[in-house]
Nanobody
Framework: QVHLVESGGGLVQPGGSLRLSCAASGSIDSVTAMGWYRQPPGKQRELVATISSGGVTNIGDSVKGRFTISRDNAKNTVDLQMNSLKPEDTAVYFC??????????????WGQGTQVTVSS
């Protein structure tokens, strides 16, 4: 059983910053990629950023230069530092991880999401 729990969402003014955190727990053997996706109102889910266990990152074009992803392999956590936030960043942000458990091969797991609202 694997659980991904997000935290750090909330309301922020344009130009402000937020830091999201995600913790994976359970019967985890190994974790490859971890990352963040988001779903703006009325739109489909899109890539924000991912990071491998070796530190290789993939950043979405719309957030390059503003968002930074990092992880702690020992704790199975991943963070997303969001700076210079814009109203168009408003979305539900979902944590994602590719995990091998003690009982199954690698599979994608998702958190329940955390709301980020950027508004004046």
């Amino acid at each position: 059983q694997v659980h991904l729990v997000e935290s750090g969402g909330g309301l922020v003014q344009p130009g402000g910053s937020l830091r999201l955190s995600c913790a994976a727990s359970g019967s985890i053997d190994s974790v490859t990629a971890m990352g963040w996706y988001r779903q703006p109102p009325g739109k489909q889910r899109e890539l924000v950023a991912t990071i491998s266990s070796g530190g290789v990152t993939n950043i979405g074009d719309s957030v390059k230069g503003r968002f930074t992803i990092s992880r702690d392999n020992a704790k199975n956590t991943v963070d997303l530092q969001m700076n210079s936030l814009k109203p168009e960043d408003t979305a539900v942000y979902f944590c994602n991880a590719r995990i091998q458990t003690y009982y199954s091969q690698y599979a994608n797991y998702w958190g329940q999401g955390t709301q980020v609202t950027v508004s004046s």
